[in-house]
């Protein structure tokens, strides 16, 4: 199986995701709810993003 390096943007909008569950999860922001859905959009669009190419 060949993988594809994400796009620049796509690979910042999983950071941005993965530091909001990690402000979420410590900062009680938004609940332990919050964080995990945040976290788990943020691993989905990673493995979605070297799956495919063009995203």
């Known amino acids: ?5 994400p796009k ?6 999983g950071l941005v ?3 909001l569950a ?15 859905w945040c976290a788990f959009v943020s691993a989905a ?3 979605c993003a070297s799956f495919f190419s063009g995203l």
Do not use: H, R
Request: charged residues 10%; proline residues 0%; contains cysteine.
């Open 1 to 5: 199986m060949k993988l594809n390096a």
């Open 8 to 13: 620049q943007v796509t690979w910042i909008i």
């Open 17 to 19: 995701l993965a530091v």
């Open 45 to 47: 669009l990673m493995l």
């Open 22 to 36: 990690l402000v979420c999860k410590f900062a009680g922001l938004g609940g332990a709810e919050a964080a995990f």
